[in-house]
């Protein structure tokens, strides 16, 4: 056959089409009368037209033969099924059909044609469509009049989506939505269902079969008040909505209404929050419940509760007693507690003859930062004084509590399910006790305080002497110490003698590694005057231990406090470290770095005279020795024997406090303001030595210990023993070992020996998240986060970041602003220098609220680094190359 062009002209869009069929017949939106969704080795799928959602068949496991009707995620790897339709009745085989039935309802078939699920309304008509929708939502509606007959939404399995609404009615009880899958592979109905108990306020529960395992605690109109550290908005988050019929429901908006959001109670009974990360390419898990041993219900029976603090984790409590004591003590708490001493009407009802003890009217025992318990009743009290009376008068009424955004809520008989939150949060509960219980307590407590006041006057008394006593020979001996070409030989009757060299005087001009640093003159001291001054280096006036050697106090003739640093002999800082430290911080001038008055070498004496810090350092403040304070140790024994119930907890508090080093006075002068302000003077102080100082300079030893505070808790940055310069055409330096403080340094300096001054913002990382949590970097060395890092990183991926924060701190910091701070913290410590901002971009992050903070990247939580990114190594407004950095060999210090 002969083919005119105008005839190939004419047949080739039919070729085309027939070639290739539309894409539209393998992957619609909608499912109309006589339009099929068929299964097979290449399944046909609906998509939503966002191309957000995808529906088909699906199976799971290595059974691939049970197929399922399912929703999905489109074009995300691995999916993750959202919906099911026909989860208890499988096809067996690539075999099964959707379709709009006969009867206008949406059906699946198998292989047989028999029906294996239908939409089951009743009468729709039969002019309808199925619509995938860009929220996940299957809606069935009428064509006729665009009608919904039929949603998903109402029918879940075991996911919550976003648009997705739970109806919330008290007079029909319990809803259990969700249901979980049988296995993670098995779709079937499991053991485990999750839904509203909208009795008294909303909660959110897990059931597992009919017994209660998790609860959320009382919708309060913004959070759940029984989950750590939720945040509410108006805007975004959970909401409970009204609709036009009176009808309530629960609702949840995403922050940003593109981010994929869902909650999914698992196989395992745990309910989780996930969060798609584009970058990453993976679910991020934000949230989980229960998620720790104190939020499974009711752990510690009735009349008990749940803390992590407590050694027994259990604790009755105060007028109640365990039901069984062998069981309580061997750590079955199922039992619960019983009371003390019985209530009023109680006592009254059981004696004809009431004595003078039985009319005394009960009282309420006030317990703040509680989980309230289950099984509340709302009545119709406006405040509190309202709620406590409603209570005294109902001779049933156990407890109650006024919430605002709730109201007054009280409970009859045994309270269950009560969880002590130690970071805050939660709410104050009063429980009911016998008059008896409440005065034993009264006069214990009236008891302590006048120990404490009487046991405090003895030691003021005794440390007013102490200074009385030895205020007038230092006076005496610091008088002495007058011009320096003055200054005697000093009388070495307390220690051995010593060959004195000719007076210093004048000023000091010192050669470091090569360069010649000209500025201001540097005062030398002579070696008698100091020791004088410091009263010859007396424990009394010793202010700590340095890296390389302790600290005094000393004040000159004229009344000038001074610090002196000795070098000790065994210490490794030889004669260049403690040169470099001298000409160092005499040529830095700045409100942040610490100030030297001078210096003092002779013979094999080196000393270093600064500006007197009467605040000591940062780290007395964040995580001084408890033990080293006694009117600390008694004012906390007075305030926990006060507050804490009169059994066994607040001797567990208070040992807590002392084994962990924590001077809660100390930690109570830094509040949050003053904390920003210290976070903020480091950062100026370190900038100021990386970009701003003449020469660039790498402090390599940046730590709490290192900061001091000033008289208006000024921070100062110090010791600069082990300080690098980078300066003029130097493009690198050579040093023979790696010496710093093992917590503070780098992975790439502790490991290989390179340093930048990205090591020092790492090092400014670590320090912040201390100032924020109040703990040690090292201190978690036993526990299951090896680093405070780790630690923080856990609480921030997971949306709990807030119980990182002191909880000294907690009702004075600003919720935004220490959020922002842990994310800064968490930038800073990130395995790869390239990655960690400059000490610039550090200082904007502080100062504006409005500068938008990149994700940081999960920290290996060791010391070695990525091979990949050893080659990218880049630092954001600061050319460095690998030139610059210094290689070293690592000794231990």
């Given amino acids: 056959m002969i083919f005119t062009h105008t005839t190939i002209v004419l047949l080739f869009p039919l070729f085309f089409i027939l070639c290739f069929p539309p894409l539209s017949s393998q992957a619609a939106s909608s499912i109309t009368p006589g339009n099929l969704i068929r299964d097979g080795p290449d399944p046909d799928t609906l998509l939503s037209d966002g191309l957000n959602f995808e529906l088909g068949f699906f199976s799971k496991g290595n059974n691939s033969s049970l197929r399922y009707v399912g929703i999905w995620y489109y074009r995300i790897p691995k999916p993750e099924i959202v919906w099911v339709a026909n989860r208890d009745k499988p096809i067996n085989g690539r075999v099964g059909v959707i379709k709009i039935g006969n009867d206008g309802n949406l059906v699946i078939f198998d292989g047989d044609k028999n029906q294996v699920w239908s939409s089951d309304v009743s009468n729709p008509n039969n002019h309808t469509e199925a619509v995938l929708r860009d929220d996940g939502n299957l809606v069935l509606s009428s064509t006729d009049d665009a009608k919904e007959i039929w949603k998903s939404f109402d029918h879940p399995t075991d996911t919550f989506l976003p648009n997705m609404t739970i109806p919330v009615n008290p007079s029909k009880g319990e809803i259990r939505s969700f249901v979980s899958w049988k296995s993670s592979t098995d779709p079937a109905r499991g053991n485990f269902s999750m839904g509203i108990d909208p009795r008294a306020s909303t909660q959110i529960v897990i059931w597992e079969g009919d ?305 010649e640093l000209s500025g201001p003159e540097l005062p030398l001291f002579n070696f008698d005057c100091i020791a004088i001054a410091t009263d010859n280096f007396s424990e009394e006036n010793r202010l700590g231990q340095g890296g390389f050697g302790p600290v005094y106090k000393g004040k000159l003739r004229g009344e000038e406090q001074i610090a002196v640093k000795r070098l000790s002999r065994k ?184 340093f930048s001054v990205k090591s020092d913002v790492y090092s400014f990382g670590v320090l912040l998240l201390e100032i924020i949590s109040g703990r040690k970097n090292t201190s978690f060395r036993h526990s299951d986060d090896s680093s405070l890092i780790g630690y923080a990183w856990h609480l921030w991926n997971e949306q709990r970041a807030m119980e990182l924060v002191d909880p000294s701190i907690q009702d004075s910091c600003t919720k935004n602003k220490v959020l922002r701070c842990i994310h800064i913290g968490m ?24 500068t938008n903070l990149p994700l940081p990247r999960q920290p290996l939580l060791t010391s070695m680094r990525r091979r990949s990114e050893d080659t990218d190594f880049y630092v954001e407004g600061l050319d460095v190359s690998l030139n610059e950095l210094t290689v070293t060999m690592v000794v231990g210090r």
């Fill in 571 to 754: 210490s490794g800082q030889g004669l260049e470290e403690f040169k470099n430290e001298m000409m160092l911080i005499a040529k830095l001038q700045h409100r942040n770095l610490v100030r030297l008055l001078g210096c003092s070498i002779q013979g094999d004496e080196k000393l270093l005279v600064y500006e007197y810090m009467p605040n000591k350092s940062l780290d007395c403040f964040l995580f001084g020795l408890f033990l080293s304070t006694l009117p600390s140790l008694l004012y906390f024994f007075c305030i926990f024997r006060i507050i804490g119930p009169f059994h066994d907890i607040w001797i567990v508090l208070l040992s807590y406090f002392i084994l962990s080093g924590v001077d809660p006075v100390k930690q109570l002068q830094l509040d949050w303001k003053k904390r920003f302000e210290i976070i903020e003077g480091i950062a100026r102080g370190l900038l100021y030595l990386h970009r701003d100082s003449r020469l660039r300079i790498i402090h390599r030893d940046l730590k709490a210990s290192n900061i001091l505070l000033d008289e208006d808790m000024i921070p100062k940055i110090s010791d600069f023993g082990l300080a690098r310069i980078f300066g003029g055409g130097q493009s690198e330096a050579n040093t023979t070992r790696v010496v710093g403080t093992y917590g503070y340094m780098s992975p790439e300096y502790a490991m290989e020996g390179l």
């Fill in 827 to 850: 930038l800073c410590v990130q395995d790869s220098a390239a990655h960690r901002p400059t000490m610039s971009s550090v200082v904007l992050m502080l100062e504006s609220e409005t």
């Fill in 211 to 515: 017994k209660r395992r998790w609860r959320s605690g009382y919708w309060d109109g913004r959070i759940f008040t029984g989950v750590s550290n939720m945040t509410g908005n108006y805007l975004y988050g959970f909401k409970l909505n009204t609709d036009a019929n009176g009808g309530r429901h629960l609702t949840y908006t995403p922050l940003n209404i593109a981010d994929k959001v869902r909650f999914q109670i698992g196989w395992d009974g745990l309910e989780r929050q996930f969060k798609w990360n584009e970058g990453e390419k993976n679910w991020i898990k934000t949230q989980e419940e229960p998620y720790n041993k104190c939020e499974i219900y009711n752990k510690c029976g009735s009349f008990a509760e749940c803390s992590l603090l407590s050694p027994m984790t259990c604790a009755c409590i105060r007028g109640f007693e365990p039901k069984e004591v062998d069981q309580w003590t061997r750590s079955n708490w199922s039992g619960g507690c019983k009371r003390m001493t019985p209530l009023m009407a109680e006592r009254n009802n059981n004696s004809n003859n009431a004595t003078e003890v039985d009319v005394e009217e009960d009282g309420f025992l006030q317990l703040q930062c509680r989980k309230l318990p289950d099984s509340a009743s709302l009545v119709n009290p406006q405040n509190k004084g309202d709620c406590e009376s409603y209570c005294l008068q109902d001779t049933n009424c156990t407890a109650y509590a006024y919430v605002n955004g709730i109201g007054c809520l009280i409970w009859h008989g045994e309270l269950l399910d009560i969880k002590h939150f130690e970071n805050g949060g939660g709410n104050t509960l009063y429980i009911r006790l016998a008059h008896s219980d409440l005065g034993d307590g009264k006069k214990k407590m009236k008891i302590v305080v006048v120990f404490v006041i009487v046991l405090g006057l003895i030691c003021l008394g005794i440390s007013l002497w102490l200074v009385w006593r030895f205020k007038g020979r230092k006076a005496v001996a610091a008088a002495s110490c007058c011009k320096m070409s003055d200054i005697p030989v000093f009388d070495t009757t307390r220690s051995r003698s010593r060959q004195v060299s000719a007076e210093f005087s004048g000023s000091a001009e010192l050669s470091l590694e090569g360069h």
